[in-house]
């Protein structure tokens, strides 16, 4: 891991600062986090432990997967789960993460690997007939994601251009 000043309790969400460093904690059951001017909440479901993550508004329904917008990312649009975005988010986030290495990064890779882990101990506590449950983590974890990468991105003394690959 990263070292921080905050480490949060089970049942609550990190807070993040402008520049993405910890500062504080808030309980999931209360809503967790609050989310910066000009966005709101969206996919929490506390008996879930999922925060849910801050978006510009859009919120897709369960079933539901979300696209982002390949520069952005921002969700642009909702599609049936298992339907294909415009953009492949996969691509995205390899192109995504192969940046944050060659960046040196080592804060934000490990934000998105605590993500991942997140998703893994979740889909662990889920029976086999949980697939619905198990769509549901996956799709809010893939949002979480996309947040910190769409931090990333709007950090212009991090990112000053964008990989002509990430362009299409």
């Not at 539901?64 to 294909?84: H, I, K, L, Q, R």
């Not at 390899?94 to 490990?110: C, D, F, N, P, T």
Request: aromatic share 8%.
């Amino acid at each position: 891991g990263y070292c921080t000043s905050v480490c949060c309790p089970d049942g609550s969400e990190t807070c993040f600062d402008e520049n993405y460093n910890a500062e504080s904690c808030a309980p999931i059951s209360d809503g967790g986090c609050e989310c910066d001017k000009g966005y709101e909440k969206c996919g929490a479901d506390p008996s879930m432990n999922l925060p849910g993550f801050c978006t510009t508004g859009l919120c897709c329904l369960p079933g539901e997967d979300y696209c982002f917008d390949p520069v952005t990312w921002e969700a642009t649009s909702c599609v049936p789960m298992g339907e294909m975005c415009p953009f492949h988010y996969e691509d995205q986030k390899r192109a995504m993460i192969a940046l944050m290495h060659q960046k040196g990064m080592k804060k934000e890779v490990s934000q998105q690997l605590a993500i991942k882990k997140k998703e893994a101990s979740l889909l662990a506590l889920l029976s086999e007939n949980d697939g619905a449950k198990a769509d549901t983590i996956k799709i809010k974890m893939k949002a979480e994601e996309a947040a910190l990468f769409r931090k990333i991105k709007s950090d212009e003394k991090k990112i000053t251009s964008v990989p002509a690959f990430m362009m299409y």
